[in-house]
């Protein structure tokens, strides 16, 4: 029992939640009245609300617990405020076995004023002859009025006398109690999320409308059913073992996720959202669950899309970032199938048409041929031989391929006694992809140039759910920003094709032969675009077993340099068997330069004679060359001389040197000796560092040069040729 009288000290109307149940909260005074109006029997509770001891109420009259002006004297009954009985007590109902009539008043006065003692003779007597109830102004021991509601009804006293009994609490907790009940019913009349009452058994005690609806079945069809009767799960009983749990160890669950199907909507699934706690058991209650579940099938529903949205557009981002680094075909395509494998599908293929003719329009009717590029997978053998292991396929007229060919669309077929008829015209490779444990194959084109290129195909097991439309749309995006890519790389290989055979056919195929001079040559490419340049050197038979050697370098990379190259290759050639001096040479190179177009080409140009030792230079701005003399000297001869081809206006020189039976001399390109970091003087030096530990065949010293000095990759063209020179 509280300590104070109910109500003091709160504010008036207000909701409060407490612990325990409503009535447990509601101070109850027990009182009895005798024969003669006076307090026969006194409780706790009594002294708690009224503020009097038992010692000093019992024997005093009843009047000293109401206000002055209780009721009226004049008037010796009151219907209004004590009005007929109302039926026989009932202590469990919702007045909380005291009142809930209507009835207020306030003022002061002594215990024993006249409308005190009428109140109490009136309530005694409203006693006697039945139950009667309703609120009454009280004044407490200290003085202070407040409103208070009884009920009263006769019982029998221990000497045979009627002792009227009085039940009483204060108004105030009284109409807490019913707005809180009120409250209650409220919410589970209008709440929008359901609400129920389990047992112990998990069956239905009480539920909402709204949890109704949610099922599917009305509130009179859960009652008394088993949750598992109405709610399907398929998660091994891990839900009911939840609830159990809950019942047994008293601790809440909330927001748990429950995937479901219910009686009512057995072709519906839902996710619902679900919190559980128990119930109080408390006296006069049953023990069990309560619980609030709410439908957030469209909330997660509207998750998932949003995430796989993010998941799309990551791997979309991955795809513009990782495809397309290079221009190798075979690494492109590599790239897509490592993009799209493992997060996108199980496994995946590239394959590029092998057109007859390009300029011809695709036709159904003929089989179809394509290269397999790349593949990859992450499934067990037999996969990884089913997608790989083959550079052409064959796809017959109506394969699925075929489909997707003739409509430009992608497509998803199922891996299936069909699909094998009509699409896997071998019978090892369909043996193969049936025990793959590909279950859905998605089939995207390859569209460059408005053109199919080509195709890529996904596959997913059936551990993976079958592509959606959405699926459809992503891979036609990655199928796009690759077939871009690949379209690049394969105009890339064909325009790299015809410079390598432009340049092939430049480059000297084959070095005239002379038993006084013994030549090794290497050409290394520098450019990573195209991997041509303009670098070019030559070994060319003169009449009376004389030998010229030529090497040049037009500046820049490409086509454009290995054409002019080759302009001035040629040129070079047919000169030198009419022009008897280097420095004429030079000239009639310089005028061809000026001609083409040619800005800027460096050239060196040595006519050695075996009959004496002697050899004439005419240097055009080329880095000078290098004589290995038999004592294992090396010497540069001369400085750069001259001025670049293609300038115009300027002279050039003939120098001649004698040269010791078996020197050997070095002619390079600049890409031998400039490096980044590097100069020239410094790449000179350690060229002849080389050139002095050189011993026995020169191709093993022009091999361990280029080792040795270029870097890898290369990042200029480079040419050297080493020659060994003997007297006649």
């Not at 009483?168 to 929008?192: G, H, I, M, Q, Y």
Request: proline share 7%.
């Amino acid at each position: 029992m509280p300590s104070v009288r109910p109500g003091e000290g709160k504010a008036p109307g207000a909701l409060r939640s407490e612990p325990g149940t409503l009535l447990e909260h509601v101070s109850v005074a027990v009182f009895g009245i005798g024969d003669d109006d006076e307090i026969c029997f006194w409780g706790p509770g009594a002294q708690d609300l009224f503020g009097y001891d038992a010692a000093t109420a019992l024997t005093r009259p009843a009047a000293i617990l109401f206000a002055a002006d209780s009721v009226d004297p004049a008037d010796p009954v009151d219907p209004a405020r004590l009005p007929d009985p109302a039926g026989p007590p009932a202590l469990a109902d919702t007045d909380a076995a005291v009142g809930d009539g209507d009835g207020s008043g306030d003022g002061s006065g002594d215990g024993g004023g006249e409308a005190a003692r009428r109140t109490a003779a009136l309530l005694a007597e409203r006693g006697r002859t039945g139950y009667w109830r309703g609120r009454l102004p009280v004044r407490h021991r200290d003085g202070t009025v407040f409103s208070c509601g009884f009920r009263v009804f006769p019982i029998a006293g221990s000497s045979g006398r009627s002792v009227v009994l009085g039940l009483s609490s204060s108004s105030a907790e009284l109409d807490r109690v019913k707005d809180n009940l009120a409250f209650l019913d409220a919410l589970f009349e209008t709440c929008p999320v359901g609400l129920v009452m389990l047992d112990e058994q998990l069956r239905y005690i009480h539920l909402n409308q709204a949890l109704a609806a949610m099922d599917g079945l009305s509130i009179e069809e859960h009652i008394g059913r088993r949750m598992d009767e109405v709610m399907m799960t398929s998660d091994d009983g891990e839900y009911e073992r939840m609830l159990r749990a809950v019942a047994a160890e008293r601790l809440p669950v909330l927001g748990a996720l429950v995937a479901l199907r219910t009686l009512g909507f057995p072709d519906r699934s839902q996710i619902r959202s679900v919190s559980f706690f128990p119930l109080s058991g408390a006296v006069g209650t049953r023990s069990g669950l309560g619980g609030l579940m709410m439908d957030v099938t469209d909330r997660e529903r509207a998750i998932r899309e949003a995430s796989a949205s993010r998941r799309r557009l990551g791997l979309l981002d991955r795809a513009a970032a990782r495809i397309g680094t290079t221009l190798d075909l075979d690494v492109t395509a590599q790239e897509l199938v490592d993009v799209a494998v493992p997060e996108f599908a199980d496994a995946s293929v590239v394959e590029i048409v092998e057109w007859m003719d390009e300029s011809l329009p695709f036709l159904p009717e003929w089989p179809l041929t394509t290269c397999r590029l790349a593949s990859r997978t992450v499934l067990p053998p037999p996969a990884t031989e089913a997608v790989g292991g083959l550079d052409r396929v064959t796809y017959p007229p109506g394969s699925a391929i075929h489909a997707m060919m003739s409509t430009g669309r992608p497509l998803c077929v199922p891996v299936n006694d069909e699909f094998m008829a009509r699409t896997v015209v071998h019978e090892e490779r369909a043996r193969l992809l049936r025990q793959s444990g590909l279950e859905h194959i998605l089939i995207a084109p390859l569209v460059a140039r408005g053109a199919v290129q080509g195709l890529a195909m996904f596959g997913r097991s059936a551990a993976r759910p079958a592509f959606t439309d959405d699926d459809l749309s992503l891979a036609t995006e990655l199928a796009s920003r690759a077939a871009i890519c690949l379209d690049n790389a394969r105009l890339y290989g064909q325009v790299q094709e015809i410079a390598l055979t432009l340049q092939r056919a430049l480059l000297p195929s084959a070095l005239a032969v002379s038993p006084h001079v013994e030549v090794a040559h290497r050409y290394v490419p520098g450019s990573r675009i195209t991997e041509v340049g303009g670098d070019w050197y030559d070994v060319i038979g003169l009449p009376e077993g004389r030998v010229a050697l030529v090497v040049g370098d037009v500046m820049g990379h490409g086509v454009p340099a290995a054409a002019a190259m080759g302009r001035l290759h040629i040129s070079a050639r047919a000169l030198a068997r009419h022009k008897q001096e280097p420095d004429q040479l030079l000239a009639e190179l310089d005028i061809c330069a000026q001609d083409a177009g040619i800005e800027l080409a460096t050239c060196l140009y040595i006519v050695y004679d075996p009959a004496t030792g002697r050899a004439r230079i005419a240097n055009a701005g080329h880095p000078p060359p290098l004589v290995l003399r038999p004592d294992g000297t090396v010497d540069a001869v001369g400085e750069v001389l001259g001025v670049p081809l293609g300038v115009g206006g300027h002279p050039f020189t003939t120098t001649e040197i004698e040269l010791p039976d078996r020197a050997v001399i070095a002619l390079y390109t600049d890409g031998l000796v400039e490096a980044r970091g590097r100069d020239i003087e410094e790449g000179l030096a350690m060229v002849s560092n080389e050139l002095r530990g050189a011993s026995g065949l020169l191709e093993d010293t022009v091999e361990r040069i280029i080792a040795r000095l270029l870097p890898n990759p290369p990042r200029d063209d480079t040419v050297l040729v080493l020659a060994r020179v003997r007297r006649a």
